[in-house]
């Protein structure tokens, strides 16, 4: 019931524009797989491309081995979700779902019955005969995923359509999405710019930027080894630290900086004439009273933002660069005050120097801008 999707050196271009730039990924039958990148990256692009409303300006794209080139929307194996969702307010639900089977001349006794099976599928049993205008936005979203599979595509494509719901809404779906797509079976190519969603929901996700594709991997290791600087400042915040790379040993670094030189392990690509810059996370960096041995430098609290199950501390350094660690909200953890003089440590292991990206941010954190947020 899935087909692999299969994207060769793809590019769109509009006119002189290149929204999508030289794009191959192969994913697999019945894989859930994201495309993540900022507003304008491209990924809606390549979604188009796969449903056939957009034709690519160069390079090839399979379903299932077919060559897509010349086929129409309506003639591919593939079933769209929009953002709005595009339901029809005036037809009840089973109408709704199964309005493709009724442009294919299917009859009324069969798409009822279908129908009734979908929604047990996406959990809304005896919903058939209620207006759409009776539904919750939640309710709304598995409408929509019901009327998709009710054409059995092979590949089911979804662009951002959590992204109108309210957070504790968005985290629910999330779990419902993935176990409709662990049901079906049916290979999912999800479309957002949320982390969150593509980290929690996906076998693997694709890292866009700039029309390129920066990283594909595991959710896991999209976190935990970044490409470049690029996906590391994208995905998850980070602590950013300007400066050259001093030496390289094997997998290991030395990267100087205005407030130290620091160890830490070496990125795909990263030589000393690398424009490359240092990352630690927050929650691999820690506070203490005395400096630690290698990796330490002194710091000043600026601020403290309870997050309920942890605690961000903001920080300055010795040039008032901003800093931030994450603390687990530990009753047996001393948190620090505003004011307080200490030393931030991170082991080398836990730090990474990496290689400038397309789209690579300026020298500005999250930390920066959260540490300007709390100063506003």
């Given amino acids: 019931m899935s087909e692999g999707v299969e994207l060769s050196a793809v590019c769109c271009d509009f006119g002189d524009f290149r929204a999508v730039d030289h794009v191959s990924v192969t994913i697999k039958p019945g894989e859930f797989f994201s495309f993540l990148g900022p507003s304008g990256c491209g990924k809606t692009t390549i979604l188009r491309m796969v449903s056939g409303f957009i034709s690519p300006s160069e390079g090839e794209i399979k379903i299932g081995g077919q060559n897509m080139r010349g086929i129409g929307p309506n003639k591919r194996p593939t079933a769209l979700i929009f953002q709005n969702l595009a339901l029809f307010p005036l037809m ?9 089977l009724e442009v294919r001349g299917v009859d009324k006794e069969t798409r009822r019955a279908k129908a009734e099976e979908l929604l047990r599928l996406v959990d809304l049993p005896n919903s058939a005969d209620k207006a759409i205008s009776q539904l919750s936005g939640g309710q709304k979203q598995r409408v929509a995923i019901a009327r998709a599979l009710a054409v059995e595509p092979k ?3 979804l662009d951002e359509p959590l992204s109108a719901l309210d957070l504790k809404l968005r985290q629910h779906m999330r779990a419902e999405l993935r176990a409709i797509q662990k049901r079906t079976g049916v290979t999912f190519i ?4 949320d982390q969150g ?17 920066q990283q594909v991997d595991t959710p896991q290791a999209i976190y935990n080894q970044p490409a470049n600087g690029f996906v590391a400042s994208f995905v998850g915040e980070n602590n950013i ?10 997998q290991m670094g030395t990267f100087g900086t205005s407030v130290g030189n620091f160890t830490a392990a070496i990125g795909p690509g990263v030589t000393r004439n690398s424009a490359a810059r240092l990352y630690v996370r927050p929650e691999y960096a820690h506070l203490q009273a005395a400096p630690a041995a290698g990796n330490s430098l002194p710091v000043a609290v600026e601020n403290v933002a309870f997050e309920g199950n942890f605690i961000n501390v903001h920080l300055s350094d010795a040039h008032g660069g901003a800093r931030i660690i994450q603390m687990r909200n530990d009753k047996a953890i001393a948190v620090p005050a505003p004011g307080e003089r200490l030393h931030m440590s991170f082991a080398p292991e836990n730090a990474m120097i990496l290689a400038d990206g397309a789209g690579q941010p300026a020298s500005r954190s999250a930390a920066q801008s959260a540490l300007e947020a709390s100063h506003a």
């Fill in 92 to 100: 009840p639900v089973w109408e709704n779902i199964s309005f493709g």
């Fill in 155 to 157: 590949v089911m494509l």
């Fill in 190 to 193: 999800y479309i957002t710019h």
């Fill in 197 to 213: 969603e593509a980290l929690a929901m996906s076998d693997r996700v694709g890292v866009m930027s700039q029309g390129k594709l």
């Fill in 241 to 250: 630290f300007t400066g050259t790379v001093e030496n390289v040993a094997g």
